[in-house]
């Protein structure tokens, strides 16, 4: 079973602007090859569908934590395209073209089949693909074709900062760059348990240092880059035999947090009635109210 909290990982910044060009390059991180709903679909067959998870609890316990952070990076790359929404059109008269915007975009999926939000697909419109997930059920092969997706991630993630400097995008990026290079530490040690073997000094990478951007300094400061969470969930406390000792990147140590992240509130987006969104006038609202109601 999944439990729902309604809060997202962290707040972002209510902008007094949005830019759609923005969006559609951060639907990449969405439904990219390399984008969360990608390592969230691969780390979560792979915990469904783990063989002898007793007796390699700790690898099961590693990639079932890693499937509960990646739902809400999901929802928080969402919810920063909703907000790169805000103030793009205004209501009119659908004589007006109160949507015209919409024909000098270059995602127009945001105007035609979403009420400027996020769209399951990546940033050039082509849906999310079932074909990105690699499961192989052999465990050294499934974890390092993780510790590879988290790379590519990564990259992305460094891609589409420099292709924006919108304040809301760039905080959720700055923040995903953190937990993304946690997550590619995380493998590389279940890795090394697993074989001997360190892949980090193995292959090179993109480095992980994440100083360079200003939107993730705050993050490390916090010691988001060392932590990984139960959720809560006392099954699965056995990540901290895999993840513990030191931050190969920082040299700081390593901790599991039983529990989840505090979070932020989920933000509450606007009418948007040049999109028939969500389409209920005045008078519709009394009546839901006024059943509602009724019912109490």
């Keep these: 079973m999944m439990k729902r909290v309604n809060r997202i990982l962290i707040e972002l910044p209510y902008p007094e602007h949005g830019d759609m060009n923005a969006a559609a390059a951060v639907q990449e991180l969405m439904g990219g090859k390399f984008g969360e709903m990608s390592t969230l679909n691969n780390y979560m067959f792979q915990s469904f569908n783990f063989r002898a998870k007793k007796k390699f609890k700790p690898f099961y316990d590693l990639i079932a934590s890693i499937t509960a952070e990646e739902f809400g990076h999901v929802e928080l790359v969402a919810n920063t395209i909703n907000l790169l929404s805000i103030g793009n059109t205004v209501p009119g008269d659908p004589d007006t073209a109160p949507l015209q915007n919409g024909k000098d975009a270059r995602y127009s999926l945001h105007f035609t089949t979403t009420p400027q939000t996020a769209y399951p697909g990546d940033g050039m419109g082509r849906p999310w693909n079932g074909e990105y ?52 530490i995380a493998y590389a040690k279940a890795i090394k348990v697993a074989t001997g073997v360190d892949v980090g000094k193995m292959l090179p990478v993109p480095s992980l240092d994440n100083n360079k951007f200003d939107h993730a300094k705050k993050f490390m400061d916090q010691g988001l880059y060392n932590v990984l969470y139960t959720w809560g969930e006392p099954e699965y406390r056995d990540i901290n035999q895999i993840w513990k000792g030191l931050n190969p990147e920082t040299g700081e140590p390593l901790r599991v947090i039983d529990g989840m992240p505090e979070g932020a509130p989920v933000p509450d987006l606007p009418e948007l009635p040049e999109q028939f969104a969500p389409g209920i006038d005045l008078d519709d609202y009394n009546r839901i109210l006024k059943r509602l109601k009724s019912n109490m």
Excluded: F
């Design 133 to 184: 997930v690699n499961n192989s059920g052999v465990l050294v092969e499934d974890l390092l074709a993780n510790y590879c997706l988290e790379i590519g991630a990564r990259t992305h993630k460094m891609r589409v900062y420099e292709m924006t400097t919108h304040p809301t995008a760039r905080e959720m990026i700055g923040y995903l760059l953190v937990r993304g290079g946690t997550h590619i």
